[in-house]
Nanobody, 122 residues
């Protein structure tokens, strides 16, 4: 049974930093592309960042580029999202996701975590 478990969320002031972690079990993380997706209240899910299976390629949403960094440690079966210079508009539930499926250059996420809340106040 595949499980992705997020941790590290919380409530912070604007300008602060948080580091989200995603621990995977039931799959060999090193063979999966990994990503972070978020959903703000009343909005649809929004792609944040992704990293390929080897960690050599990353993609970011324009809204987080330069502030967020995705990384992975395949030996620890974990993926991370370092979030700096947080803004109130970053407030959302953040989901970790995994996939081997890339369709027309875009990942089709196969597995999802339960999500973790990040709240940024001004």
């Amino acid at each position: 049974q595949v499980q992705l478990v997020e941790s590290g969320g919380g409530s912070v002031q604007a300008g602060a930093s948080l580091r989200l972690s995603c621990a995977a079990s039931g799959l060999t993380l090193s063979t999966y592309n990994m990503g972070w997706i978020r959903q703000a209240p009343g909005k649809e899910r929004e792609f944040v960042a992704r990293v390929n299976w080897s960690g050599t390629s990353t993609v970011y949403a324009e809204s987080v580029k330069g502030r967020f960094t995705i990384s992975r440690d395949n030996a620890k079966n974990s993926v991370y999202l370092q979030m700096n210079s947080l803004r109130p508009e970053d407030t959302a539930i953040y989901y970790c996701a995994a996939t081997k499926i890339i369709s027309q250059g875009q990942p089709v996420w196969q597995y999802w975590g339960q999500g973790i809340q990040v709240t940024v106040s001004s």
